[in-house]
């Protein structure tokens, strides 16, 4: 009797500490495109990922990415996370060119503003398309919003990715994500402490 009660005690003890840990997980959420889910690759090669295996064990990653999306058509949905990274705008720069910033930079800042007004802090990650001579504009795009909405920024996200592209020269390759995911770890780490949970939420949200 006094074994099987220090059975229950024990095993009731291991659930609360467990409960006790799951609730209060510090919760990072991704929202991306191709760039994040990642395209053609397997989610263990994807950036996101990686940085995942970074982290503490008291972080959770939620990744809300999905191919082919742009900032225009992302809707914000109310959640409890403490750090948002987005990536957006690639899309809506190839689709539109250039001429898409004005209103890219309102987009992207109501997206920023509505997690911000949630509690959460905002990793802003800069995205910019070939012609290279307007390649600048896009880049201060990102500065100014970061600068205006008071974010974390990382002004070039795929710096430095080289030649490590797919056949269709626009995906990163596993090691281009190694490279990604390096990139935003230089900002990241200053905003989380250092293993942690991996979720793909791309098919409960849009």
Not at 145 to 152: A, L, M, P, Q
Not at 171 to 185: E, M, Q, R
Request: aromatic residues 10%.
């Amino acid at each position: 009797m006094r074994t099987a009660f220090i059975f229950i005690f024990v095993m009731i003890t291991i659930i609360t500490i467990a409960l006790i840990w799951y609730f209060n997980r510090k919760k990072i959420l991704v929202i991306g495109d191709s760039l994040s889910c990642p395209f053609e690759l397997p989610k263990k090669d994807g950036w996101v990922y990686k940085i995942s295996k970074k982290l503490g064990w008291n972080w959770v990653v939620c990744n809300d990415s999905k191919n082919g999306r742009t900032a225009e058509e992302y809707e914000p949905k109310k959640g409890n996370y403490d750090i948002v990274i987005i990536e957006l705008g690639g899309n809506d720069m190839l689709n539109n060119g250039y001429k898409c910033l004005p209103k890219l930079k309102q987009k992207l800042t109501s997206i920023v503003r509505f997690y911000q007004e949630t509690g959460a802090r905002i990793l802003l990650l800069g995205i910019v398309v070939p012609p290279e001579k307007d390649m600048i504009k896009a880049e201060n795009m990102y500065k100014q919003i970061s600068i205006n909405e008071g974010t974390n920024l990382v002004p070039l996200f795929m710096n430095n990715i080289g030649s490590n592209f797919l056949e269709d020269k626009i995906h990163p390759t596993s090691t281009g994500h190694d490279i990604l995911a390096k990139n935003v770890w230089k900002e990241l780490r200053k905003m989380t402490t250092t293993n942690s949970s991996y979720i793909n939420c791309a098919n409960t949200r849009s």
